[in-house]
């Protein structure tokens, strides 16, 4: 049973920090390509962070370059988003999703809440 389970939002002042945490299962980690996605209230969700399957290339959304990193832990089937000097306009869902082209294998987490305010 495929899962992806987040972690790690919540509610930060602008100009703070949080770590998200997306725990994987059910299936071949390594050979997957793992994106951060987000979603605003009234908007469509949109692609934040990607890193390839080995961790070797990774690409960001440019509202968040400079601001946010994206990291993996292969032995430890986890992708991580570290979020830095949160803006007010990063509040969103926050998804995981494992990608294999090979396959066309998608998979996505519940997503957990990212509440930027002072």
């Known amino acids: 049973q495929v899962q992806l389970v987040e972690s790690g939002g919540g509610l930060v002042q602008p100009g703070g920090s949080l770590r998200l945490s997306c725990a994987a299962s059910g299936f071949t980690f390594s050979s997957y390509a793992m994106n951060w996605y987000r979603q605003a209230p009234g908007k469509e969700r949109e692609l934040v962070a990607t890193?390839?399957?080995?961790?070797?290339?990774?690409n960001y959304a440019d509202s968040v370059k400079g601001r946010f990193t994206i990291s993996r832990d292969n032995a430890k089937n986890t992708v991580y988003l570290q979020m830095n000097s949160l803006k007010p306009e990063d509040t969103a869902v926050y998804y995981c999703n494992a990608y294999r082209k090979l396959t066309s294998s998608n998979y996505w987490g519940q997503g957990t809440q990212v509440t930027v305010s002072s």
């Open positions: 890193i390839t399957s080995s961790g070797g290339s990774t």
